[in-house]
């Protein structure tokens, strides 16, 4: 069984371990001695009153480490000479982000309506509540997910799930995101396999549009769109509980989009078989991205889960990898047309794409 331990770090972070079913660490895990800065403000949410849209303006951010060597990595277990944010060994580590783009203060009281637009007003601005924690993959600062071994994928769902249910469950949250940004290329400032967890007191813009298309369709549009992915000539692999497909629209020159057959919101509400499946799946499309070319593919894994919001009983959890590698030493930039006006332009028929993941499958 995957055990969870839970522990703090020295400025009163949560850190949760979560052991392998298969771990030999010990239970007792050593305790964070560093002294440590107080955490810098919540930052703040300004309005972009022609969108609508919520834009996080973390200053703090702009300090933290950069590609930083072995040595001195944060995500390593701590040593003497490297006091890092892992006081002991580990499987996957957890914990609260110290310089986070939401959080770390929580709603005081869970208001609905705390970034709902109803009216627009210019200059509007909200403290960005909410909370962002890092999860690490493994405790060797070489090596991505995709290389892991399923047990160990296995471990890290695991903790996105629980997570998951535990971060929904706080004060003014009202959108679970875990993802995974992969390669120097895609702007990842640490080389230590790890991901994130994103909790937002507001609707996201692309779960927005989820949410109109549903209104528009009606409350099947997830399960009509897994029959007409199932019944195309761009799936990748059908499991029992879950399709892994290239999507019929899609935007990048790697993109992969996967669906539960049961209409489930988050990973939280997956069964044990179901978390297995996934594990399995997962571990098999994250080694194909490699496999494409010679080199690891940059990616960006994301796991979209149902809003807390009226009509977010509706919207399935689905998993979206894309890529901008649209040759061995070329990626797509997201120019004119995508990044000023939102309109995507796609290099590749889906089709095509299908087919060249499917050969290294
Ligand atoms: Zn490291």
Same mark, same amino acid.
Request: negative net charge; glycine residues 6%.
């Given at each position: ?37 107080? @955490? ?5 949410? %300004? &309005?972009?009153?022609? *969108? ?26 701590? *040593?003497?000479?490297? $006091? ?28 609905? /309506? ?7 007003? &210019?200059?509007?601005? %909200? ?28 471990? +890290? ?5 629980? @997570? ?16 995974? /940004? ?5 702007? +990842? ?7 994130? =967890? ?5 609707? *996201? ?8 298309? =549903? ?35 899609? @935007? ?22 179901? %978390?297995?499946? &996934? ?27 149902? #809003? ?25 930039? $997201? ?13 590749? #028929? ?12």
């Amino acid at each position: 069984m995957i055990k969870k331990i839970d522990a703090k770090l020295a400025d009163c972070r949560d850190l949760f371990y979560f052991d392998d079913s298969t771990s030999k660490l010990v239970t007792d895990r050593k305790a964070d001695t560093r002294y440590l800065d107080p @955490r810098p403000a919540v930052a703040q949410m %300004r &309005l972009d009153s022609l *969108t609508g849209e919520w834009i996080s303006v973390a200053a703090a951010r702009h300090n933290r480490a950069f590609l930083p060597p072995a040595h001195q990595c944060p995500l390593c277990p701590t *040593t003497e000479e490297n $006091l890092s944010e892992l006081p002991d060994n580990f499987d996957v580590a957890v914990f609260e982000n110290k310089s986070p783009s939401f959080g770390p203060t929580l709603a005081e009281v869970d208001d609905p /309506n705390y970034a709902v637009v109803a009216n627009l007003e &210019l200059g509007s601005v %909200r403290d960005s509540i909410g909370r962002c924690e890092v999860v690490v993959f493994s405790p060797e600062h070489l090596g991505s997910l995709g290389e892991l071994p399923v047990e160990r994928v296995r471990t +890290v769902v695991e903790a996105w799930a629980q @997570r998951t249910e535990a971060l929904q469950a706080m004060p003014g949250i009202r959108q679970v995101f875990p993802f995974e /940004n992969r390669g120097q290329e895609i702007g +990842v400032t640490l080389h230590h396999p790890h991901g994130q =967890i994103y909790s937002y007191p507001y609707v *996201t813009p692309r779960t927005a549009k989820v949410l109109a298309s =549903i209104e528009a369709y009606g409350p099947n549009l997830f399960a009509d769109t897994l029959a007409f992915e199932q019944a195309g000539e761009r799936v990748l692999i059908k499991g029992q509980h879950f399709t892994a497909y290239v999507p019929f629209a899609g @935007r990048w020159p790697i993109e992969i989009h996967m669906l539960p057959h049961r209409h489930v919101q988050h990973l939280g509400q997956l069964t044990d078989a179901e %978390r297995d499946e &996934l594990a399995s799946i997962y571990s098999r499309l994250l080694k194909a991205m490699d496999k494409i070319y010679d080199s690891p593919t940059p990616y960006i894994s994301a796991w979209h889960q149902a #809003p807390l919001v009226e009509g977010g009983e509706n919207v399935r959890l689905q998993l979206q990898i894309t890529s901008p590698r649209r040759a061995a030493d070329k990626l797509k930039y $997201l120019a004119g047309s995508e990044s000023a006006m939102g309109a995507f332009i796609a290099d590749f #028929p889906p089709e095509k794409t299908a087919a060249q993941i499917r050969e290294v499958l």
